[in-house]
């Protein structure tokens, strides 16, 4: 392997509308949040394989000797995406400790990292590089963290091994791959979900790989093609719940009250349908103050029903109530229960209503960040284009 130092990075995401109402068939949106996460691969003659991930003060090496053990019933080139491979996951389990019970964050992160390398480089000469992993993203609060790394490592292995070429010119500073690349990217990083989620929609991953948004219906995924960078306030309201337990609640609900809920799941669908078709509007034709009208309508609409539903929170009612008394619109985003919240900013709002909002939102415990929605998905990044502080995390090993 002939690579130099190689930065890659891939967004987070949110549900803008149809969280729960997606899983009775109805239209969810997923947009790509600008908060990413960011890997550097460097080839090494150390003879190993490290991985670096900051964010939760991990780093782990091996010599090449002990992973070519697992490896030796490979044949052919991997750079096309089979099943996964069970025994090899059992293989992997076994080799960082971990024959039973649940897998801690580490251990997600370094089964899904070994797991995307071997496949990769199993057939051949096992390369020696370190990758390093920071992210801006909250790990556990369902925007997309575990999709982001995944994406990215799938991006930077399949650069690594041959499989896709540098998308970035040398006088650029940040390049995307075509769509085929994006394709393999996106199926590759789907099995390092697999590995840390199980079951997953692959929802996370193709929003980390496309960007901007994606319409979610009946399992069938289709990223649209332009939508506009919205300004939000994310906050999390740290208030940990489980999804499991918020979606059966739902079931439950419509089984109770078939004839009452089913007309709530239909408004939540035509919220959807009605948010796409406004989004796509605002790209083609002068965006007015009525767009945005529309969207706070939609955000409130949408958050009442999600209380209807049962997954709201009081910690999510303290976060639209904060934020309505500055002008602004919230809803939950993802499962509910606590967990996070957008809110809807104009691109007039006053900066001191942002920074006030912000810190009325601190003053009540939570986290709470100003960005973006419908950014770029995977891309390669010069040195350059990559700010200061994240760099030297990343080279910190």
């Not at 319409?215 to 995924?221: D, H, P």
């Not at 950014?375 to 910190?396: D, M, R, T």
């Amino acid at each position: 392997m002939q690579v130099k130092d190689f930065y890659v990075s891939a967004p987070g995401k949110a549900i803008l509308h149809g969280e729960h109402a997606v899983v009775h068939g109805k239209v969810a949106l997923a947009v790509s949040l600008n908060l990413r996460t960011y890997l550097q691969l460097k080839a090494t003659t150390t003879g190993k394989v490290c991985i670096n991930l900051p964010n939760i003060d991990a780093f782990l090496c091996w010599d090449l000797s002990q992973l070519k053990q697992l490896v030796p019933y490979f044949c052919g080139k991997r750079d096309e995406v089979q099943r996964l491979d069970a025994e090899l996951v059992k293989r992997l389990r076994e080799f960082i400790g971990v024959t039973n019970g649940s897998l801690d964050t580490c251990n997600m992160a370094t089964l899904s990292f070994l797991y995307l390398y071997t496949s990769l480089f199993g057939s051949g000469e096992l390369p020696s590089l370190t990758v390093s992993v920071w992210s801006e993203l909250p790990t556990g609060a369902g925007l997309g963290s575990s999709a982001a790394y995944s994406v990215c490592l799938a991006a930077a292995l399949l650069y690594a091994n041959g499989s896709i070429p540098p998308p970035l010119k040398e006088w650029e500073h940040t390049a995307r791959w075509c769509q085929e690349d994006l394709e393999l990217i996106n199926s590759w990083a789907f099995q390092g979900e697999m590995i840390i989620h199980g079951n997953p929609s692959g929802v996370d991953n193709a929003v980390g790989t496309w960007g901007g948004m994606l319409r979610f219906l009946a399992g069938k995924i289709i990223p649209l093609s332009r939508v506009p960078l919205l300004r939000i306030l994310l906050t999390n309201t740290k208030v940990p719940r489980s999804t499991k337990v918020l979606v059966a609640g739902v079931k439950d609900k419509i089984n109770k009250f078939p004839s009452i809920m089913g007309p709530v799941l239909d408004s939540v669908d035509a919220i959807s349908c009605t948010c796409e078709k406004v989004l796509s509007e605002m790209t083609c034709e002068p965006i007015t103050g009525e767009h945005y009208n529309i969207l706070e309508e939609l955000i409130d609409i949408n958050q009442h029903h999600l209380n209807v539903m049962g997954v709201g929170h009081p910690a999510l009612d303290t976060l639209c109530q904060v934020t309505l008394a500055k002008g602004l619109h919230s809803k939950l985003t993802g499962a509910g229960g606590g967990g996070c919240g957008i809110t809807l900013l104009r691109p007039e709002t006053d900066s001191l209503i942002v920074q006030s909002t912000v810190q009325d939102l601190r003053d009540c415990g939570y986290d709470c960040w100003e960005t973006s929605i419908g950014g770029p998905g995977v891309q390669q990044h010069s040195p350059i284009a990559i700010k200061e502080e994240i760099l030297e995390i990343l080279n910190h090993y």
